[in-house]
């Protein structure tokens, strides 16, 4: 009678527990992207041999794919979830600029295109235009408008998730009052909302280089300055979902008024718009970010120097929450990411200042790989975490 019973679908039969363990797979993969067996026996807790035999199994029924690679030396089959024709959207949008990505189940990228908008842009006039050049961008590549399962939209500013809705403290005071709903109307795309640093955060442990790491932190430093946090490998929202707005840290209680209402915050020392305005005095706005980074590739001594005073408040800042949080990698991404040292070096300076021996010592701060396509691939993983077959009860 027992033997019977463990070869039945019943809570505790051998058959039952198979079919979690592949599901646990199944949602890791889903989640993550790519795994070598090892990491997939290291993420779902689940022994080499069993990972081994589910995973021949998902190959056998068409389930997922293997691609070998070689890290370090070692080759390696990576894992991954079979494309089926379905694709999701990934829609970053800054203050002149917005980045679509379309992404299949196997978490490549099948079309990308960056466009740029006018300052001030209505937020649904620049949605708008973002869906017009998604539907260019399916029907060059061949894809199936119907087969868009959903999007991820990230913008930088706070979104409280109780509503759904852009609150105060955004740099672009147009999208204040959106709400998710308003996003669906405008795509006709069951649509996710989040942050863009938040995104960042989720891309970095998806399409990124630390697909390991359990507490991640991602700073962006642009117009305004966000952080997103992965802690014990999962997206971080706090309360109602304003978090890591770390660009709000006060840096001098007798400084600037931000935007935010408040005086002083780390957005009014460091940002690339107070950057420009430092090396453009009578004219920022006629330059943007490129500048900046070709000058300090340029090795302009005025522009290393306020790369030098950014980077040390930013250090300082992340200093004060790294002892909060512990992290054991904070990214900094943003699209000053290709001048490199000169915006890494000052801040981890700045960081060891400020953060605990123990935390600073334990602490890798980093580049992020990604650069400016962080955020759009983030907005991606989000959709394909929730709206892939793969993901759905």
């Not at 080499?48 to 070689?70: C, F, H």
């Not at 109307?185 to 359990?214: C, K, M, Q, S, Y």
């Amino acid at each position: 009678m027992r033997a019977s019973g463990l070869r039945d679908g019943r809570p505790g039969s051998q058959s039952a527990l198979r079919g979690l363990n592949r599901q646990r797979i199944v949602d890791a993969l889903t989640e993550g992207g790519a795994f070598t067996q090892a990491e997939l026996s290291r993420r779902t807790g689940l022994s080499a041999a069993t990972v081994s035999n589910i995973v021949r199994l998902l190959l056998d029924e068409g389930a997922v794919t293997a691609k070998e690679t070689t890290s370090s030396g070692r080759r390696a089959s990576r894992i991954r979830l079979a494309a089926d024709g379905s694709v999701v959207v990934g829609f970053d949008f800054g203050r002149r600029h917005a980045r679509i990505v379309v992404a299949s189940p196997s978490y490549e990228v099948l079309a990308e295109r960056v466009i740029e908008l006018p300052r001030g842009y209505p937020a649904l006039e620049g949605v708008t235009a973002a869906r017009e050049v998604l539907e260019q961008l399916m029907k060059r590549a061949g894809i199936d408008r119907a087969r868009a399962l959903g999007a991820g939209l990230g913008m930088p500013g706070p979104i409280d998730r109780r509503t759904g809705m852009v609150v105060q403290g955004t740099i672009l005071p147009e999208w204040i009052g959106v709400a998710r709903d308003d996003l669906e109307r405008t795509l006709g795309l069951p649509v996710l909302f989040d942050n863009d640093a938040n995104l960042g955060a989720l891309a970095e442990i998806t399409w990124g280089a630390h697909t390991a790491a359990r507490d991640l932190m991602f700073v962006k430093i642009g117009t305004g300055i966000g952080s997103g946090l992965i802690l014990d490998g999962r997206p971080y929202y706090g309360n109602i979902g304003v978090t890591g707005e770390i660009g709000h840290t006060t840096t001098d209680e007798q400084g600037a008024v931000c935007q935010c209402g408040n005086r002083g915050c780390l957005e009014t020392v460091a940002s690339t718009t107070v950057m420009l305005e430092l090396l453009y005095h009578r004219s920022p706005g006629e330059h943007g970010t490129a500048d900046i980074v070709r000058r300090a590739l340029d090795g302009d001594p005025g522009t290393l120097r306020v790369l030098e005073d950014a980077g040390a408040a930013v250090g300082a800042a992340l200093g004060n929450t790294a002892n909060i949080i512990n992290p054991e990698v904070i990214l900094v991404g943003g699209p000053l990411t290709a001048i490199g040292d000169a915006l890494l070096e000052p801040i981890v300076r700045a960081f060891g200042r400020h953060a605990v021996p123990r935390v600073s010592e334990s602490t890798r701060i980093e580049i992020s790989s990604l650069g400016d396509r962080a955020e759009a691939l983030g907005a991606a993983s989000l959709a394909l975490r929730h709206f892939q077959p793969a993901a759905r009860p």
